[in-house]
Nanobody
């Protein structure tokens, strides 16, 4: 059984920073690509960033490029999202997710349909 537990959310002013963490239970964390998604009130869940199993390739939605950095520590079964220069439009619940076993890289890693395990989410609120 895979469990994903996010932490690190909170309230921050515009221009501030937060680092989200996602700890995975279960085996073989290092064998799966991972991703971050977010959902604002009244909106659909959207892709934020993803990373291949070994960390060699990363993907970002255009609105966070240059501000967010995804990384992973396979020895600690932990996924991170460093968020800098935060904006009010970044306000959302952030979810980490594990990609399906056959999803290794490419555009599928930006599509929530290819992620099969999800955390419970952590709230990020950016005040103006």
């Amino acid at each position: 059984q895979v469990q994903l537990v996010e932490s690190g959310g909170g309230l921050v002013q515009t221009g501030g920073s937060l680092r989200l963490s996602c700890v995975a239970s279960g085996r073989a964390f290092g064998s799966y690509a991972m991703g971050w998604f977010r959902q604002a009130p009244g909106k659909e869940r959207e892709f934020v960033s993803s990373i291949t199993w070994g960390g060699g390739r990363t993907y970002y939605t255009n609105s966070v490029k240059g501000r967010f950095t995804i990384s992973r520590d396979n020895a600690k079964s932990t996924l991170y999202l460093q968020m800098d220069n935060l904006k009010p439009e970044d306000t959302a619940v952030y979810y980490c997710a594990r990609a399906g076993a056959t999803i290794r890289n490419g555009e599928s890693l930006m599509d929530r349909r290819f992620f099969d395990y999800w955390g419970q989410g952590t709230q990020v609120t950016v005040s103006a």
